[in-house]
């Protein structure tokens, strides 16, 4: 048991503080519709979210790209996996973006399934779907929370970065999922701890100006000294915004739980990383990678650098070119 505070695990238990209603009500059935209609994924949906009505209401949502099969199998997560991924649909870019509107969206995360079948591990495509919301919304805030893009070298995955950072999301986020010691039980084996603070790295040296976000999940075992390490490297790597929230089991083929860490542990935490000069912070037992607060926080972050950028008479950014 790890000295973060904690409660004992009693098989099939939950405390009080994770315990909440299935989403439901007029504003969930409506967006489930629209995005039923359109063959779309969202990540509110297939974790069954508890913040999706919330985050649903204020404007937030999270589409899930490149289909819902996965080409890895990280140990924690309920996405299908397979060698192989679903073909792509050329179309999901122009779904994706009508969805935004009728859903009347302020704030749309982009999350993806590994695609390692795939030459450019999927950049690409996530680009194209950027560029169209822009396109049909260009007030909306687009946070980028794409995988590592495995890469036979370091050149590759930078291009890749290059290829999604060329569209300029406002947001490029990539999460660590774990402590160091932790990666090898709890990623899929082609995942890696430091190829994650790589690519974060690379996302900061090529756009400066983007906001980099990343997130931990609690609960599978860490200790405290290795949460404030993986602060400290996200940190070193040029992150901005971190979230900590609770690790809860999908189903008994998964992981199991370890401990539940306590709302006040989680808000020690999160004055800790504050203290550690992070941008924004959310941690909480519910909180989640793609999470409203945070969300609220950097549309306003974003749109006051926005301003200083423009009162100063500063040129907006040039993306990289991905070739």
């Not at 059935?29 to 985050?55: I, Y």
């Not at 090898?184 to 690379?202: G, K, M």
């Not at 860490?222 to 949460?227: K, P, T």
Request: some cysteine; aromatic content about 4%.
């Amino acid at each position: 048991m790890s000295s973060v505070h904690s409660r004992r695990i009693t098989p099939g238990q939950k405390p009080g503080w994770l315990k909440v209603p299935i989403p439901s009500g007029p504003t969930v059935a409506r967006v489930e519709k629209v995005l039923h209609e359109r063959q779309l994924h969202t990540v509110c949906e297939e974790a069954r979210c508890p913040n999706m009505g919330e985050c649903w209401a204020g404007g937030t949502a999270t589409f899930m790209v490149l289909g819902d099969t996965c080409t890895r199998g990280c140990r924690f997560c309920a996405v299908k996996t397979h060698s192989r991924g679903n073909p792509v649909d050329p179309d999901e870019p122009g779904k994706v973006a009508e969805s935004c509107v009728a859903m009347g969206l302020r704030y749309v995360v982009l999350t993806m399934v590994d695609r390692d079948d795939l030459p450019d591990g999927g950049s690409a495509h996530v680009a194209e779907v950027i560029r169209a919301i822009k396109l049909r919304q260009p007030d909306i805030l687009v946070e980028a929370l794409v995988g590592d893009f495995l890469a036979d070298d370091p050149a590759a995955t930078e291009r890749q970065v290059a290829t999604v950072l060329a569209a300029a999301p406002d947001v490029y986020a990539h999460n660590v999922e774990t402590v160091l010691r932790l990666t090898p039980r709890v990623r899929d084996h082609r995942c890696s701890y430091a190829r994650s603070l790589q690519t974060l790295r690379t996302a900061r040296r090529l756009r400066p100006d983007v906001v980099t976000k990343s997130s931990l999940m609690l609960g599978l075992g860490e200790s405290e000294r290795e949460i404030d390490q993986a602060m400290d490297d996200l940190r070193e790597h040029g992150v901005d915004v971190v979230t900590f929230g609770q690790y809860l089991r999908p189903t008994l083929l998964h992981l199991p739980v370890r401990e539940h860490v306590t709302p006040a542990r989680f808000a020690a935490l999160e004055r800790r990383a504050h203290k550690k000069g992070f941008l924004y912070v959310a941690s909480g037992p519910l909180v989640r990678s793609s999470y409203k607060a945070a969300e609220y926080f950097l549309a306003a972050a974003i749109r006051r650098r926005r301003g200083t950028d423009a009162a100063r008479g500063a040129a907006p950014p040039t993306p990289p070119d991905p070739a």
